[in-house]
Nanobody, 126 residues
Framework: QVQLVESGGGLVQAGGSLRLACAVS????????MGWFRQAPGLERGFVAT????????SYADSVKGRFTISRDNDKNTVYLQMNNLKPEDTAVYYC???????????????????WGQGTQVTVSS
């Protein structure tokens, strides 16, 4: 079956950077659109970023635009989230998500994704 495993979370000071990675196995990664979501305590899991099958299209939540970058390496079956200029409000569990895509497009909603990782904690101290 398809498995997604996130890594790269941790504790960082405000203004710092982290790079999350999500390794995908058990499926045809080249045919997956991928996304990152996050969930802070007491809040719903929300959209962060998404990338199309080939990486040609990306989209971001307004709160992270200009600070976060999503990318993918289809040879390594891995999607990344580079997070710069981190803020305390970025503190959350970050989840990687994937779905089969029949066309080159991005997906924003949790309900559109079939596969999920277990999450990785990102904590930003002030």
């Amino acid at each position: 079956q398809v498995q997604l495993v996130e890594s790269g979370g941790g504790l960082v000071q405000a203004g710092g950077s982290l790079r999350l990675a999500c390794a995908v196995s058990g499926g045809a990664f080249n045919n997956y659109a991928m996304g990152w979501f996050r969930q802070a305590p007491g809040l719903e899991r929300g959209f962060v970023a998404t990338i199309s099958m080939s990486g040609g299209s990306t989209s971001y939540a307004d709160s992270v635009k200009g600070r976060f970058t999503i990318s993918r390496d289809n040879d390594k079956n891995t999607v990344y989230l580079q997070m710069n200029n981190l803020k305390p409000e970025d503190t959350a569990v970050y989840y990687c998500a994937g779905r089969i895509a029949l066309e080159e497009r991005t997906y924003y909603s949790r309900s559109q994704y079939a596969y999920w990782g277990q999450g990785t904690q990102v904590t930003v101290s002030s």
